[in-house]
């Protein structure tokens, strides 16, 4: 071993140190201004970078002393030599340790892993530094020659990447195929610079071989993709950010502006670019801005790092205030801390649409308080409860209840038909009024299987009411536009009311007019199908919405329902009134029957019943009651 004096010493330009150098500043620099979840991988990849910039730099000194030998002791050299080794054995080792902690390993073959690797380093660190004085080393004799010794490099390098790859193999279901091949990629590159400069004699490039999988990394596993209009990262770092607050109890303030017109794929100006992405760092400290989507922008911050966050909220709606309205675009604003119910499943971004849309107009800023939390959890929970309702689908779900309320015929003095009204009971939140869940159900398509359920149950109670000897005409059903689109509406109907074995006419529909052209068609096709069978047809909530005469004259409805705000109108002025008797009139002569709702004392009673009043529904009569009893109100046949 003391026989080969080297000369590939001789052979070493700094040049690939230096930029290994200033690779690594370029790294420290993105670092800081990326957003980088510091996690424990995420540690043991800066320490990689430190150890690199640490081993560059003792090389190019190792290097330089090494010329001065005979001058310098050789102590001197042998430690700078040991520096420089030891800190690249300890970025491999690193790097290592990297990839079996981002696989997320913690069983019986990485721990005994973890101790042959921490032997293995620990034995060849001794290993170089002993050798330098039993000459099996790196050593200068007494005439001062060089001599290399033992490759310790070369053996602790190759070592280490089989360790590396063996992990990378036997975990590989455990990262993107992607992952795992760029790793494996920078690896093989590295490792084959290596032995270019094996071949050529030369120690030039000895660290820039361990900057390809410190690459490697940052690229794939800790780069946040930004978006260039404005500087801020996308919505998979939204999502990990607040995963790893909640994991490490980091109390965080979210911030989210909307801009409305830029919901769809417009770019911001450019003017309003500029100034998203200087406007929060003048207030907020650490500060990390998102963009999960084209309109929306996210700030957030740690509350720790920024103790006067009020103060700094304050200033920043102020400065906002000031200088936005120039840009002349519609927002809406929504502030929160973090809190763990939202946390837990990650739903800040749901949370935020969904103030928005309940509780904010145009251009306003609202700071997200307990009970809009506590709101938006039961809308989720109607929400889940809703979707199994669905699922299910049994027609019998004992969550929806019928509420009924009895409708007095004015030509008898008789109650004789009723208006079923759907109630969800809940256990969590008790019972829930169709002002909260059927706008939910229409949004979400879920409206078609609640129909059906109350459609079923108030089925079985006519025929039960019927059995009993009740006069009972008919008990409406509400059904919206979105249920009447449904392919199966006809079938479906037709099937539920032949199965409870009552007749068609025993029921009746009730639908509100849809401006929409197309819905005409399809609506006036189906109720003439149903009709033609013997299911009746009313016409809801006459009078709230822009009425087309000429389409309500082409669909065959039995009953007019004038809505309780036209009751009110001709309560208030002459002119109102004349208005409404004479439509209450036309339609009485065209023989549709006209039914006032929202009848609420007898001063009501008096002016329906003077304006052709067929039938009276309202609370002067009955509040919604549950469908069983709606018996008291119905004589029975002699
Ligand atoms: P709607 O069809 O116009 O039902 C009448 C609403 O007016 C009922 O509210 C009823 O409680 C209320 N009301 C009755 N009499 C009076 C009164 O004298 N004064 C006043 N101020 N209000 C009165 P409810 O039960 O909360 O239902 C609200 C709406 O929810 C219904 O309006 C209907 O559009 C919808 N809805 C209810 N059940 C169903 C259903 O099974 N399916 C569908 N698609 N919608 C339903
Ligand atoms: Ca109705
Ligand atoms: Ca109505």
């Known amino acids: 071993m003391t026989g080969n004096v080297i000369n590939y010493f001789d052979n070493y330009s700094p040049v690939?140190?230096?930029?290994?150098?200033?690779?690594?500043?370029?790294?420290?620099?993105?670092?800081?201004?990326?957003?980088i979840r510091k996690t424990k991988s995420f540690n043991i990849f800066f320490t990689m970078l430190i150890l690199l910039l640490i081993s560059a730099a003792t090389n190019i000194i190792f290097h330089i002393s090494i010329n001065?030998?005979?001058?310098?002791?050789?102590?001197?050299?042998?430690?700078?030599?040991?520096?420089?080794?030891?800190?690249?054995?300890?970025?491999?080792?690193c790097f290592v340790r990297y990839v079996s902690c981002s696989l997320y390993i913690d069983d019986e073959?990485?721990?005994?892993?973890?101790?042959?690797?921490?032997?293995?380093?620990?034995?060849?660190?001794?290993?170089?530094?002993?050798?330098?004085?039993?000459?099996?080393?790196?050593?200068?004799?007494?005439?001062?020659?060089?001599?290399?010794?033992?490759?310790?490099?070369?053996?602790?390098?190759?070592?280490?990447?089989?360790?590396?790859?063996?992990?990378?193999?036997?975990?590989?279901?455990?990262?993107?195929?992607?992952?795992?091949?760029?790793?494996?990629?920078?690896?093989?590159?590295?490792?084959?610079?290596?032995?270019?400069?094996?071949?050529?004699?030369?120690?030039?490039?000895?660290?820039?071989?361990?900057?390809?999988?410190?690459?490697?990394?940052?690229?794939?596993?800790?780069?946040?993709?930004?978006?260039?209009?404005?500087g801020a990262v996308n919505e998979a770092s939204f999502n990990d950010?607040?995963?790893?607050?909640?994991?490490h109890d980091t109390k965080l303030?979210?911030?989210?502006?909307?801009?409305?017109?830029?919901?769809?794929?417009?770019?911001?100006?450019?003017?309003?670019q500029y100034l998203v992405k200087h406007f929060y760092t003048r207030f907020l400290k650490n500060a990390v801005l998102f963009r999960p989507s084209n309109g929306r922008l996210i700030v957030t911050f740690d509350v720790e790092k920024n103790p006067n966050k009020d103060e700094c909220i304050k200033n920043m709606l102020n400065s906002f205030h000031e200088s936005y309205p120039k840009y002349k675009l519609?927002?809406?604003?929504?502030?929160?801390?973090?809190?763990?119910?939202?946390?837990?499943?990650?739903?800040?971004?749901r949370l935020i649409k969904y103030i928005e849309k309940m509780k904010l107009h145009k251009n306003q800023v609202r700071i997200v308080n307990g009970d809009d939390i506590k709101a938006y959890l039961e809308h989720r929970y109607i929400l889940s409860e809703l979707e199994d309702i669905n699922r299910r689908f049994d027609l019998d779900d004992s969550r929806i209840e019928v509420f009924c309320q009895p409708v007095l015929n004015t030509t008898t003095g008789k109650y004789d038909t009723a208006e079923a009204l759907m109630r969800l009971?809940?256990?969590?939140?008790?019972?829930?009024f169709p002002d909260q869940f059927i706008p939910l159900a229409e949004n979400y398509n879920l409206i078609h299987v609640l129909s059906l359920i109350i459609l079923n149950k108030t089925c079985k109670k006519i025929k039960e009411l019927m059995d009993e000897g009740y006069e009972l005409n008919r008990i409406s059903v509400n059904f919206s536009v979105i249920d009447v689109r449904d392919d199966n509406f006809c079938g479906d109907i037709m099937r539920i009311v032949k199965n409870c074995g009552i007749p068609y006419d025993k029921i009746a529909i009730e639908i509100t007019e849809s401006r929409n052209e197309n819905d005409f068609e399809i609506v006036k096709e189906k109720i003439y199908e149903l009709k033609d069978n013997g299911i009746k047809f009313y016409l809801d909530d006459f009078g709230t919405g822009y009425s087309n005469f000429e389409r309500i004259i082409e669909l065959?409805?039995?009953?007019?329902?004038?809505?309780?705000?036209?009751?009110?109108?001709?309560?208030k002025s002459e002119r109102s009134g004349t208005m409404v008797n004479s439509l209450a009139s036309m339609f009485d002569t065209m023989n549709y029957s006209v039914l006032y709702e929202g009848v609420e004392d007898e001063k009501d009673e008096d002016m329906c019943k003077s304006m052709y009043a067929k039938y009276l529904q309202g609370y002067k009569y009955s509040k919604p009651i549950p469908i069983d009893k709606l018996k008291e109100y119905f004589k029975k046949s002699a």
């Open 16 to 35: 690939a140190d230096i930029v290994v150098m200033a690779c690594c500043f370029v790294f420290f620099i993105l670092i800081k201004f990326a957003y």
């Open 68 to 93: 001065q030998k005979g001058i310098l002791n050789n102590i001197v050299i042998y430690l700078f030599y040991d520096v420089y080794l030891l800190s690249i054995f300890a970025n491999i080792y």
């Open 109 to 230: 073959f990485s721990e005994r892993y973890s101790r042959i690797t921490s032997c293995v380093y620990f034995i060849l660190s001794v290993l170089v530094i002993v050798g330098h004085y039993a000459h099996f080393g790196f050593y200068i004799d007494e005439e001062l020659s060089v001599h290399s010794g033992i490759p310790f490099f070369i053996i602790f390098y190759f070592l280490f990447v089989g360790f590396a790859m063996l992990l990378l193999y036997k975990y590989r279901d455990r990262v993107f195929g992607q992952v795992t091949k760029g790793l494996v990629s920078s690896i093989v590159v590295s490792a084959m610079m290596l032995v270019i400069q094996v071949i050529n004699d030369n120690t030039t490039y000895t660290c820039a071989s361990v900057l390809f999988p410190a690459y490697a990394i940052m690229y794939l596993l800790h780069s946040s993709p930004y978006d260039m209009e404005t």
């Open 241 to 247: 950010m607040i995963e790893y607050s909640y994991g």
């Open 253 to 272: 303030v979210i911030m989210s502006l909307n801009l409305i017109d830029f919901d769809n794929n417009n770019k911001l100006p450019r003017e309003v």
């Open 330 to 349: 519609d927002y809406k604003i929504v502030i929160m801390e973090s809190t763990d119910a939202i946390s837990r499943n990650n739903e800040y971004i």
């Open 425 to 432: 009971r809940l256990k969590e939140v008790g019972m829930v």
């Open 556 to 571: 065959p409805f039995d009953i007019i329902k004038f809505d309780r705000s036209l009751v009110i109108a001709s309560g």
